[in-house]
Structures are given as C-alpha cells and as structure tokens.
C-alpha cells in the first residue's frame, strides 16, 4: 500500500510532523487514517489493526539485528545433515564422546539441594547468596589473601562472566574518573559491546602475533604505556580467548610493574580458573600477584567453564579496594547498579557452587574432575599437533601445543575456514579459532585432514 | 639569619605542597588547578639550593592514584618529596570519592523487624507470600517438577539469548491465551527475561534504542523500582495521577487527563492487576477508557503483571486488562513474573513479551531484544524456566498449580475479609472501610501516611513502608484484630498532626 510506505519511509522525523499538522488543525498529506483525519476529539476512533501512528506498525523502524557470530555457528551447524560434522564453534566442554557434561559433584550437590526440606526461593540479597561471594573470594584470591582478612573486598553475584563484566563496567562509568577501557587485540567478541553499553569508551592495546602466533609482548608494553593514567586495562587472568596465549609468570611482572607505574586499574575477566592448566591455585597467579602488592583491582568470575554450569549463570564480581571502609561503600554502590538491571541473582547455580566450595569432600572431587577436563583437552591439543606432523601439513604447528585452555587460534585465514565448513563440515568462528573442548580422538583426523587441505589449496 | 629564614621558607613550601598534595589525591574535581599551585610551589622549593637534583629511581611499589599527569618527572626528584609522595600515596584509593548509597527503604523494613524484639512484633513490609504460620512457601509443584529435572539428569548448556523455547511459547500462551489470535497469527515476541525487572529493564533500553524520543508514563505511586529501571535505562518519564487518598481509591479523572496529556506517542506503564502498592484496579469499564485515551493518542501501552492468578485466584481474570487491549488491536509490550505465582522468586524467572501488527515486526523486535541482552547477561539462567515450563506444559501439573493459586489468592482474600471486619467492628467514628476489601492483591494502601506509618512501628511494632503500604502476605488471620486496633490508633490519634505533617510533603512528579 502506498500510504503504507511512505509512512513506512517518514518514520520518527514524519510521526513527529504530524502530531505537529494535528495540533495546528492541518491535514497532513499523506495520512489518510482513520486516526489522523479525526480532529474532532469526541468523534470515536475506529479500532485499527493496530493503534501505531499512521495505521503501520509502531516498530516499522526495528531493524533485524544479525545474528550473534559465535552463536551463529552451531545455529548452522545444527542445520548440517552431514554424519561427519564437528562444531567447534561454542566453547563449551564436551566429552570424548562429543555429550555435553555435568559435572558429578554438581549433580551431588544437586541432590543434596532439591531433598533438603529447609529450602526456601525467597529472593536473595541484591548481592547474592552470602556464602557463594565469600567462597568465591577466597578461590580467586586465596583464602590466606591479605585482601580478604583485611575486609578489603566487595563481592556481588553476578549472572557468570558476562554479567560481572556488565555490573562492574557499569560501576566504573559512574564513579571511576577515568572512563577509558583498554582490551587486547584481539579478544572476546561480547567484550567490546559489555563495555559499551555499561557506559565506557573502549580502546585496544595490541596483544596476538599473527607472526609467531604468540604474545607480542612489546606492542603491549608499548599500548599499555600511551594508555592515559587511571585507564582501566581488561586482562584475561588465564586462558586467553580466543587466542589461548598467555604472558609467562615473568611477562605477568612486567605488566603489573608497567600498569602500577601508570595507575592503570586492573580487570581481570578469570573465566578458566582451573580449567586451564588444571590447577586453581595456578590459573589464579596472575590476579593474586596484582593483588598482593597492595593495589586494587577488579575480577570478574565465572563457574560456566570450571565448574559446567553454563546455563545456570553463575558468577560473581570482586572489587578489591585500599581499604575496608572503601570496599563497604563501594558494595553500596554496585547494589544502585544491580537493582534496577534485576534486582537480585538467582540462587540455583551460586547453592551448587557454594555446596561444593564449602564441604572439604566435594571440593576434592571436583578438583579431581576440573582436571581431568583440563587433561583431555591438552591431550586433544597433542594428538592434533601430532596428527598434522604425520601429514606433513606444511608450516609451524606448534602453538597448538603451546596455546592453554578451550581455544586455539589455528591462524587460518577467513577463506580457509569457509574451505573447512564447506568440504570438511568443520564448524568454527570465521577468525580461525577452534574449541578443542569441541575435539574427540575420533574427530582429530578429519579436522588434521580439513586443516591439510585447507592450507594445501587456499593460501 | 639569612640561611635560617630560607630555611623556614623552604619547609612552610614543603609543607603547603604536602597539604595540597594530599587535598589533590583526595578531590578529583579540583585536581587540575592544585595540580598547577602544587607544581609551581614544587619549583620553587626545588629552585632553592637545598633541593638534591639527584634522579632517583621509581618506587614500583608507589602506587601514582588519581587523575591527574605526572607532567614533569622532576617534581620527585627531591629526596624530601620522594618521602612525601610515598606517605601520601600508599593508603588512597581511587575509589575514595565514592560514596555510601542510601539503603533499600524496602529492605530495612526488613531488618528493622529483625532488630525488634517485641514479641508482638509483624512484618507487613515483606514482598513474598506467607503461610497462615507466616512462613515461606513453596509450591508443591515446584518441589514436584525439581525432582522431575533431577530424574531427567538433565543438561546445563548455554540457553539461546532469549531463552528456552519451551518456557517463551506456554508463558506467551498462559498471557493472551492459547486460542488468541495474535498467538495463532505468530506476532508476538516472547524473550525469557530476569523475572519482571530484568523484563522491564529490557524493554526499557528497547524503548530507548529505538524511540528514542518517546518517555514512559507511570502512575503515582508506583513500584518503587520502576524508576531506577527508567532512570538507568535513560528513558525519561514523568508520572500520571492514581491514587486518591480522599476516597482511597482510584483518581480515574485526574489518570485520564494525564495520559492525554502527554506527548503522543508514550509509553503508559500500566499494572496489569494487583496494583503495587495500592491494590486499586481500574474497573472492566475503566479500562476500556483508558484504553481509548491511549488509542486517540497514538499511546503505547506498557504492562507490567506480576501477579497473573495470584490476585483473584483466576489466570484469565487477572489476564482480562492485557487481552481486552490486544482484542483492540494494540501494539503493546508485557513484562512479566512467576515470582509470586509461582512462588520463585529467587529464580528470577519471567518474560518480556512483545505484541507486534506482524509476524515479521515480531521476528525483527524479538532480534533487537536479543542483542540487548546479550551485552547484560549473555543468556538467561535455565534452573527457573525449566520449572515453569514443567508446570505450565503438564496438564497434571497445571491444575494443580491452579489449585495452589487459588490457595494462596484465597488466604489473602480472607485475610482482607477478617481485616475489614475487625476495623468495621471495632472503629466508632463510622468511617467507610471497605476500601480492604476493594483492593486486591498482595498489597493495600491503608490510606495511612508516613508520621502514622512510624507510629504503627513504634507503638504497635508493625513494620510496613511509610508511604502506608502494607502487605497482606505478611498477615494472619489470628492477627488481623491487632492489625486492626493499632491501624484506628494510628489514623485516629495522629490524625490533626498527620495532616499537618502531610499537607508539607509534596511529592516531585517528574524526573530530570
């Protein structure tokens, strides 16, 4: 219908002209509705199909947004009716069966849960269930922290990783002075839109070697340097992603001699505790240094990855502060940024965590998972190393080996993944990282076969 | 003599540098300009002979807080100043400016029942249902659908960013109606959201995405968080008349005009029933004004039900003001609850539904909600919505939950029966309470203020929220007559002082 579109066309410019040409007693031209043409306000209106302005729709305007590019891949994945397809799109864990896993303490504690009579679901505090923000501290941080003996910290729930990012970048944009965030290059695709939206101006320091497929240390020293005093500087405590490349323990030095020379404030988004090098205390290093020399410093935490328990949204947000008395205003502010996103934390997944963090036998358990998680994966990481040197598959294979955690950035180009989807039915994110929780002994051949092909044909 | 004033003069510098160094690390705000006073005073100490130009090195531990530029590395080279900038810095923090926020005046209620040892004591301030021993409740098929799950051994993948598919689809149909046309025709996007503020709050920065000129319309009073949500959203608003405290009713009048009003184009949040916190809805007939208004403006409306079923007992009835303005063709947005039907509050389960003119509308709003939520949370917690669907999807599950429902609408309905018996019998003066009973839902406003609100804390220790709110959730039948003895204490006895006090409270009606 012509009228249709034109209106479609005028949008928020034309509504507004002709609530304009109404008030003045006008017949703007192109409204012939119902609505538009009544200027007597007794006169009853005729119901239209909708009550939008021109007899359109109100959200004529609403774009498709695309699709979420991670996401997106096992959306096509799962439309692929190939028996040989593998995703090794989303990061989460699975088996050498390829089966998503829980974890068997979690579904103990689970158990333990659901049969315990006392059980209420009345609302949490708005900073969450109190046991599960003093045990988390104390994971990250080590229950010996001067930090937490001191009451230096505020911890909050938080819905995992994303909504911890989300509440403390929202918090910084209110009351740190400096609102310039500084993130690797490259990084977690949600990372630039978290901090966006929580109010922040986002910039980047350079992070990957495409050369050496590994750290390029210099260009991050040399960023970090530029960067202004106070900017606030996003590091991935362990386990880069997508990259899997992290500083040494020394490198780690540098940085923090480098960030508290320069006032920079720490982030740390720790979304692998555990899960990288299968020991939590290990994983932990590069927070607890930051936080041993007295600064502050914010951590983000997750338990999707380490603990499997992704889609309960478990997380938890820590502020370590100079002084106990900073740190109980501080949690009085997050709580203004919590109420009104959704008032408080559900308490499902952050009980489990707390189940199992507080009871000595549990704990042990899933320490003794966590790293058979993390064992299956280097050994993924191994066999795919292994699998390409059998091929003599030309080029230098090694980061598979030297890369940690969940992902692998393999350093294959945007046209040599199109390559591997359309021929091999390998599923992956178009920058050319690989899960290997995605990886089984079975499916390593046929991905060495992809990536042989791959580079062999398309350079 | 010379050497000795020089002497003098150097240390009074040092020490006023030290006191605007200190003054710096504490107020950002004039940081620049002590910065120059502080430098400039800094050369002139340093062009004294005293002054050692010997470069030091960088303490690493000496942490640089505060915004201000180390403009020249000279400034510390003193050694005098290397001990002072040490002193000064090692115990500041950056987040030094940030003060304490005022407490949840809900929540201390809460903790001022804890903190009352009275043995008389009742808390009316608490927002979730309580059993007649006025304890928490949960739902049998709550309990029953949990070890459902735990039987299954079910998964704990990621759910997609709006949600599980099973909840949106029995949750949309619960809403409108399984047999509505806007259901059949496929026009509504449903997103699993974070129980009803985390619905709102989406749809909030909706509406500011893409309307960005549009403001929201809410009533006075309202749910006290409905402004945070705004607020923090940026989307502007300003209030509409409702409460009238003459009649304790409706000021249906004064809700009309203000909705005319107002800029084409608003958003109206509307309480789909069980009006939080006065418990007063718009009749049958009321609505179908209001909703003329709102069509003649180009309005759109905005609903917020959290208490589908949970007001008079019935889903549909209390789905009646929702589904009257989509038979009418509106275009509208839903947000919406299973905290108090459901009895889940810390699941932080619901939706926000939102009801568009086409399917294809449909499709490209529910992916704009998507990428909205994706930045705030990634993807909605499963544990609530499996609950629900389990409830909702089972026949079984369903009447029995409806039954429950009926359970709860029904204590609270006989609560308000017993109340306004009480206050009936008890109170000479022949005042008209019959308000109790008008009013439905969780909460009633009493009519009382704030100076009368304190009284029925001190006096009575009955703990409710000082705008006269209280919550029939929190009472029992066997306390209703002390409910009711100290409510015509309060209201009779403060009444001259009350008025006087009320008449210079003015509450503001619209925000920045």
Known sequence: MGDANMRAELGSPGRRLGTLARHLGVDYSPASSSLMASHNASEIVTPSPTAGSYGGSVFTNVAQAPEDPILGVTVAYNNDPSPVKVNLGVGAYRTEEGKPLVLNVVRRAEQLLVNDPSRVKEYLPITGLADFNKLSAKLIFGADSPAIQENRVATVQCLSGTGSLRVGGEFLARHHHERTIYIPQPTWGNHPKVFTLAGLSVKTYRYYDPTTRGLNFRGLLEDLSMAPHGAIVLLHACAHNPTGVDPTLDQWEQIRLLMRSRGLLPFFDSAYQGFASGNLEADAQSVRMFVADGGECLTAQSYAKNMGLYGERVGALSIVCKSADVAVKVESQLKLVIRPMYSNPPIHGASIVATVLKDGEMYQEWTIELKAMAERIISMRQQLFDALRTRGTAGDWSHIIKQIGMFTFTGLNREQVTFMTKEYHIYMTSDGRISMAGLSSKTVPHLADAIHAAVSRIK | ?512
């Not at chain 2, 002193?87 to 987040?95: C, D, G, I, Q």
């Not at chain 2, 009646?320 to 947005?333: A, D, H, I, N, Q």
């Open chain 2, 1 to 512: 003599m010379v050497g000795s004033r020089r002497l003098l003069i150097k240390n009074g510098v040092v020490v006023v540098y030290v006191v605007l160094s200190v003054l710096r690390w504490r107020s950002h705000r004039i940081l620049r300009c002590f910065d120059r006073m502080a430098s400039a005073l800094a050369s002139v100490a340093l062009s004294a002979p005293f002054a050692r130009g010997v470069p030091l090195p960088e303490n690493p531990m000496v942490q640089r807080i505060g915004a201000g530029k180390i403009h020249d590395n000279r400034l510390f080279k003193g050694k005098a100043f290397r001990r002072v900038s040490m002193a000064v810095s090692v115990n500041v923090s950056r987040f030094d400016g940030v003060t304490m926020a005022p407490p949840d005046p809900i929540l201390g209620v809460s903790e001022a029942f804890r903190a009352d040892t009275s043995d008389l004591k009742l808390n009316l301030g608490v927002g979730a249902y309580r059993t007649e021993e006025l304890q928490p409740y949960v739902l049998n098929v709550v309990e029953k659908a949990e070890k459902l799950m735990l039987e299954r051994g079910e998964n704990k993948e990621y759910l997609p960013i709006e949600g599980l598919a099973a909840f949106n689809k029995v949750t949309a149909e619960l809403l409108f109606g399984a047999d509505n046309p806007v259901i059949q025709e496929g026009r509504v996007a449903t997103i699993q959201g974070l129980s009803g503020t985390g619905s709102l709050r989406l749809a909030a920065a909706f509406i500011q995405r893409y309307f960005s000129d549009a403001k929201a319309l809410i009533s006075s009073p309202t749910w006290g968080n409905h402004k945070n949500i705004f607020n923090d959203a940026r989307v502007p608003w300003s209030e509409y008349r409702y409460y009238d405290p003459r009649t304790v009713g409706l000021d249906f009048d004064g809700m009309v005009a203000d909705i005319k009003a107002a800029p084409d184009g608003s958003f109206v949040l509307l309480h789909g029933c069980a009006h939080n916190p006065t418990g007063i809805d718009p009749t049958p007939d009321q609505w179908e004004k209001i909703a003329d208004v709102i069509q003649e403006k180009n309005h759109i409306p905005f609903f917020d039900v959290a208490y589908q079923g949970f007001a008079s007992g019935s889903l549909d009835a209390d789905a009646y003001s929702v589904r009257l303005f989509v038979r009418r063709g509106f275009e509208l947005l839903v947000a919406q609850s299973y905290s108090k039907n459901l009895g889940l509050y810390a699941e932080r389960i619901g939706a926000i539904n939102v009801v568009c003119s086409s399917p294809d509308a449909g499709t490209r709003v529910k992916s704009q909600l998507k990428r909205l939520a994706r930045p705030m949370y990634s993807n909605p917690p499963v544990h609530g919505a499996r609950i629900v669907a389990n409830v909702v999807g089972d026949p079984n599950l369903f009447n029995e939950w409806k039954q429950e429902m009926e359970l709860m609408a029904g204590r609270i309905k006989n609560v308000r029966q017993r109340l306004y018996e009480n206050l009936s019998q008890k109170d000479e003066s022949g005042k008209d309470w019959s308000f109790v009973l008008k009013q439905i839902g969780m909460f009633s406003y009493t009519g009382l203020n704030k100076v009368q609100s304190e009284h029925m804390m001190d006096k009575w220790h009955i703990y409710m929220t000082k705008d006269g709110r209280i919550s029939l959730a929190g009472l029992s039948l066997s306390k209703c007559e002390y409910l009711a003895d100290a409510i015509i204490d309060s209201f009779h006895n403060l009444f001259t002082a009350a008025l006087l006090v009320s008449k210079l409270v003015r509450p503001s009606k619209v925000n920045v």
